[in-house]
């Protein structure tokens, strides 16, 4: 977790807020003592739920070629 001043803070505020999108919890501080917490929103539910559903869509009618997602890995293949 990275630590910032409020003057960095106040000064850098759209690249702090890249590195937070990107998934990196940033502590901003005031003379030397936490007083804020910059993080990514939680992930919802349903966007996991939404997530799975389409992986599971885009995988019907699919084929591994007759390999084992095993031995796609050992061959270093991906799908």
Same mark, same amino acid.
């Given at each position: 977790?990275?630590?910032? =001043?409020? &003057?960095?803070? *106040? @000064? %850098?505020? $759209? %690249? +702090?807020? /890249?590195?937070?999108? #990107? =998934? /990196?919890?940033? @502590?901003?501080? *005031?003379? =030397? #003592? $936490?007083?804020?917490?910059?993080? $990514?929103? $939680?992930? /919802? *539910?349903?966007?996991?739920?939404? @997530?799975?559903? *389409? &992986? +599971?869509?885009? =995988?019907?009618?699919?084929?591994?070629?007759?390999?084992?997602?095993? /031995?796609?890995?050992?061959?270093?293949?991906?799908?």
């Amino acid at each position: 977790m990275a630590t910032v =001043g409020s &003057l960095e803070a *106040k @000064t %850098q505020l $759209p %690249q +702090l807020l /890249e590195r937070v999108a #990107r =998934g /990196e919890r940033i @502590t901003i501080t *005031k003379h =030397g #003592r $936490p007083v804020a917490m910059l993080v $990514p929103p $939680p992930v /919802e *539910k349903a966007d996991v739920e939404e @997530t799975v559903r *389409k &992986l +599971l869509e885009f =995988g019907k009618g699919r084929s591994l070629g007759g390999m084992t997602i095993r /031995e796609m890995a050992e061959e270093g293949r991906r799908f």
